[in-house]
């Protein structure tokens, strides 16, 4: 019994903490998560996405890649924090709840928390170090913070004039 209060209890901290990590990794991944568009650019002139807030341009340079990169992150973190987390936390909490007489269901669930709190971890933790690299090869300006990806494609090679 000491085991579940144990368990929940870190679920409940780790679940109201997920908030605050998520206002820190960018303002388009939270509340209502970064859905697309994943590409920054294309490889013919303007192309409409649909959105009224954007155009895709030409890629022109390594900058637009990076952009691209981050946006990718971005997809990736919406679909663990808003989808697969939620989605396995509660499977295996109902796992839990009829286990009733069950030892090997209960444990099932167990694990099943347990495995989806730790590949959250592990998710948060790739998701700092990707972005932070992705930061440091397009930070040019030292205005720009870390999660934003911004850079200069006067100092990038590979730039299309």
Request: aromatic residues 8%.
């Amino acid at each position: 019994m000491k085991n579940i209060i144990r368990i929940i209890g870190t679920i409940s901290i780790l679940v109201s903490l997920m908030p605050l990590v998520a206002l820190a990794a960018g303002p388009s991944l939270w509340p209502d998560g970064y859905w697309g568009p994943i590409l920054s650019c294309t490889g013919s002139e303007l192309v409409n996405t649909g959105r009224t807030d954007q155009e895709l341009k030409q890629c022109k340079s390594f900058c637009d890649l990076l952009k691209t990169g981050q946006n990718a992150v971005y997809f990736g973190m919406t679909l663990v924090l808003f989808l697969a987390v939620p989605v396995l936390l509660v499977v295996g909490g109902i796992m839990i709840i009829f286990a009733g007489a069950n030892p090997g269901l209960f444990t099932q669930g167990k694990k099943i928390i347990t495995g989806t709190v730790v590949g959250l971890m592990l998710t948060l933790g790739s998701f700092i170090i990707v972005n932070t690299l992705l930061w440091a090869v397009g930070a040019k300006s030292e205005k720009v913070g870390w999660p934003i990806v911004s850079c200069n494609p006067e100092n990038m090679p590979g730039t299309l004039r």
